[in-house]
Each structure stands twice: as C-alpha cells, then as structure tokens.
C-alpha cells in the first residue's frame, strides 16, 4: 500500500525557512507525481506544487519565488522549502501523489500523508 | 485561479437520511473535479474523481455529479461514520483549487 509520512520542524521563526521532507513507501517517487498541500486555521486548502517523476517541478503562482520541491530518489523521499516565512504560512502541510491521467487530461491527489502542523512564531 | 464555492459550510443530519453538498466553479471545469473526506488528525480520503466516479473502496453511498460550472456529492443513507468534513478540488486549470469545505455532523 502506498503510504506517505510529512516530518519536519512544528515551529519555525519568522523570515526562516521552513523544510519538510516526504517518506513514500510502498511505491516509487520516480512514478506519478508528488506534491505539497497546505491547510491553513479556518480550513482554507492551497495547492503548494508538485514534482513529477522525472524531476521536473511546477509551483503555485502565489508562492513562486519562495518555494522549491526536490526529491532523493535513492530514499524515496521528496521534500519542501519555503523561504522568508512569515505568521500567514502557520498551517498544517500535507504531501500527496497526484494522479494525472490523459482519459480527461486532468488529475486528482490519492494517497495523503497525515499531514504535520507548522508554526510560524519568534 | 479558479474559485470553488463550497455549500453549505455546515450540516447536521441524522442517520439514515441523505444530504447532498455543493461546489460550484468560477468557471467550467469539465468535470475535472475530486470529492475528499476528512475526519479530524486524519489524511483527505479521495471519494470521488472526474466528477463522478466513484474511488476504488469507497462505499456506494458516496456519489458524485454535475458538469460545466455546478457539482454535487450525495451521501445516501447516512452512517456515523460519515460524520466528517468533505471538501472538493478542481484540476481543470492551473493552480489546482480547493473548496472552502463542508463539515457534516451527525444528529
């Protein structure tokens, strides 16, 4: 069964970065694609980005210049930065596999980690 | 980006009765939209993709339907394990976006 596990820091300070890493077991990251999700207090959900089986990545327009995706495909793990942090990326970020198929040229998020809780505080 | 309108944020129901939730798109999406159900520290569970079809697993109570700007999900008969939020999310246009979300409680 394909299972994904978010780990990483629960409190980062403002204008830091923060960094998550995604474990995938079960099925390889060099399939499908993987991306980040974030759900903010109130329950607002955005799409972060992905990176697809081969290493290529696309980002939210919104987070364009602070985010980066990249991927160890030797431990199967892909991972998040976003940079310049401030109170509003407080949120609990989950990782996924996306599923994109050619039948409607379009996709879907399948497998969900348990998603891991961020605060941005000094 | 497309916006999702999710209604109603909120429901209360009782067991055994059916409820549908709504979301309706800023544009047409093309049927390209994913129904998600989530309970409390738990991860989205996929319902329903492409509108209406129905994820390997998920029981049949679970339905999906719509087309061009306006789409629904129909939980029949209401379990107490239904008792969750239910959120949508479109991929027909970049950025994917979400629905505010719906939480469903049970009488």
């Known amino acids: 069964e394909v299972q994904l596990q978010e780990s990483g820091p629960g409190l980062v300070k403002p204008s830091q970065s923060l960094s998550l890493t995604c474990s995938v077991t079960g099925y390889s990251i060099t399939s499908n694609y993987w991306g980040w999700i974030r759900k903010f207090p109130g329950n607002k959900m955005e799409w972060m980005g992905y990176?697809?089986?081969?290493?290529?990545?696309s980002y939210n327009p919104s987070l364009k210049s602070r985010i980066s995706i990249t991927r160890d495909t030797s431990k199967n793990q892909f991972f998040l930065q976003l940079n310049s942090v401030t109170t509003e990326d407080t949120a609990t970020y989950y990782c996924a596999r996306y599923v994109y198929t050619t039948d409607y040229y379009g996709g879907y998020f399948d497998y969900w980690g348990q998603g891991v809780m961020v605060t941005v505080s000094s | 980006d497309i916006q999702m309108t999710q209604s109603p944020a909120s429901l209360s129901a009782s067991l055994g009765e059916t409820v549908s939730i709504e979301c309706l798109a800023s544009e047409d999406i093309y049927n390209n939209l994913a129904w998600y159900q989530q309970k409390p520290g738990k991860s989205p569970q996929l319902l329903i993709y492409?509108?209406?079809s129905l994820q390997d697993g998920v029981p049949s109570r679970f339905s999906g339907s719509g087309s061009g700007t306006q789409y629904s999900l129909k939980i029949n008969s209401l379990e107490s394990e239904d008792a969750a939020t239910y959120f949508c999310?479109?991929?027909?246009?970049?950025?994917?976006?979400f629905g505010g979300g719906t939480k469903l409680e049970l009488k």
């Open positions: 999310l479109q991929d027909s246009e970049y950025p994917p976006t």
């Open positions: 492409y509108a209406s």
């Open positions: 990176i697809s089986y081969s290493g290529s990545t």
